[in-house]
């Protein structure tokens, strides 16, 4: 139960730090300077995706045959 529950805990302090870093992408979009993360700020964005790549591979570990396959950002946007 203890592995759980950090677990979640780590997932959501990713999915914060994701939230951080895609808040400093758009702003520097929103700016026009979309390249202008600094070193730490790239490294934190591969870290986020990294870890994000490797819950979604876990997760992919307990479907079953018939589960329907995870939707895509269009899919989301235009079910």
Do not use: W
């Not at 202008?36 to 992919?60: F, I």
Request: charged share 25%.
């Amino acid at each position: 139960m203890r592995c759980i529950v950090l677990r979640i805990l780590d997932t959501t302090e990713v999915v914060g730090l994701g939230i951080e870093i895609l808040t400093k992408v758009v702003a520097a979009s929103n700016a026009g300077t979309p390249g202008s993360l600094t070193p730490a700020d790239q490294y934190q964005a591969k870290q986020t995706l990294m870890y994000l790549k490797e819950c979604k591979n876990d997760n992919a570990m307990f479907r079953k045959p018939g589960d329907p396959e995870p939707r895509t950002f269009q899919q989301y946007e235009h079910p």
